[in-house]
């Protein structure tokens, strides 16, 4: 047990609480400085997301045919997430503004500002690689899927569709595509500017989650944060591990997707919930829930991964 415990200590002192300090900056900015959170939530949305997607694809090493197994672990596990949140939705007898919001929360995972840098730290910096593409992989859903989503609570599923359409990240993949396939390689100060928006990227998100912590109120339905948290942190490492066993991932490339299917509920659908009104105090509740909870969690997990595949 001693293994674990220090595993637990380390884990909340270097990946969980310089989150949650940063997140407290946000939170004394709204609540002192009357910061406009819609504001800073479309910078992050619309202007720095995309350049973090560019930057980390096009700084990766590895090869293709990982890549396309490890992305599409991250659609297995992403789809069959949202089959259950649909059945649970159902079983809580959820309205469609909620329901939308428990798919919000249990199909997509920090693998950003809390993922990469577990990944890092439990398994080194080969894992990193991959779970950077799983990140990416994520990222795409969530933008485009995620979006879609949030806004048909509002609109028609074709105004929706068009919505995803006018989203920078989707585009700032595709350049990321078209970089890599042509071998060619961006100037130095284009990419020094690159390099300074990807980095500024998840402290902002952070900043965002504290600004919401601040709006927070008690969630209509605990019992679907209840089943939201059991979904993100107990049931998604195991569909996680079955993909990745499926799919014969080994290695750095197992331990690196399981960690990342296995993160709290992301920063991000916080920032999505709030643009397109899809309960925006019932995501917050359980990012806040599930990222309190995943210490215990993903201690274990990471301690199981370390003896299956070290």
Do not use: W
Request: with cysteine.
């Amino acid at each position: 047990m001693i293994a674990p415990t220090r595993l637990l200590f380390e884990i909340f002192s270097s990946d969980i609480l310089p989150v949650f300090l940063v997140a407290a900056v946000g939170f004394l900015l709204a609540r002192y400085a009357r910061v406009d959170v819609r504001g800073l939530s479309r910078v992050s949305l619309h202007g720095l997301a995309p350049v973090l997607m560019f930057h980390l694809l096009i700084t990766s090493h590895i090869s293709g045919d990982m890549f396309g197994r490890v992305a599409l672990l991250c659609l297995i596990v992403t789809a069959s997430m949202g089959a259950l949140g649909s059945l649970a939705a159902l079983v809580l007898r959820l309205d469609r503004q909620t329901r939308i919001g428990l798919l919000l929360v249990v199909m997509f995972s920090n693998g950003g500002n809390y993922g990469l840098p577990v990944a890092l730290f439990a398994f080194g910096r080969e894992a990193l690689a991959y779970a950077t593409v799983y990140f990416v992989t994520g990222g795409v859903l969530t933008y485009t899927v995620g979006v879609s989503l949030a806004a048909s609570g509002r609109s028609s599923l074709r105004t929706a569709l068009a919505g995803v359409a006018r989203i920078p990240a989707v585009y700032g993949v595709i350049a990321a595509g078209l970089v890599l396939s042509s071998g060619r390689t961006i100037p130095g100060p284009l990419m020094k500017a690159i390099e300074l928006l990807s980095d500024a990227s998840l402290p902002v998100m952070m900043l965002v989650l504290g600004m919401q912590l601040e709006r927070a109120v008690m969630p209509r339905r605990p019992s679907a944060v209840a089943a939201a948290a059991v979904l993100s942190l107990l049931i998604s490492p195991l569909l996680a591990l079955g993909a990745a066993h499926l799919l014969a991932l080994s290695g750095p490339a197992l331990q690196a997707s399981v960690v990342q299917a296995s993160m709290p509920t992301a920063v991000v659908t916080t920032i999505i919930a709030l643009e397109y009104d899809a309960e925006p105090a019932f995501v917050t509740s359980v990012v806040v829930a599930t990222t309190a909870l995943s210490p215990f969690t993903l201690t274990l997990l990471i301690a199981y991964l370390q003896r299956v595949s070290g």
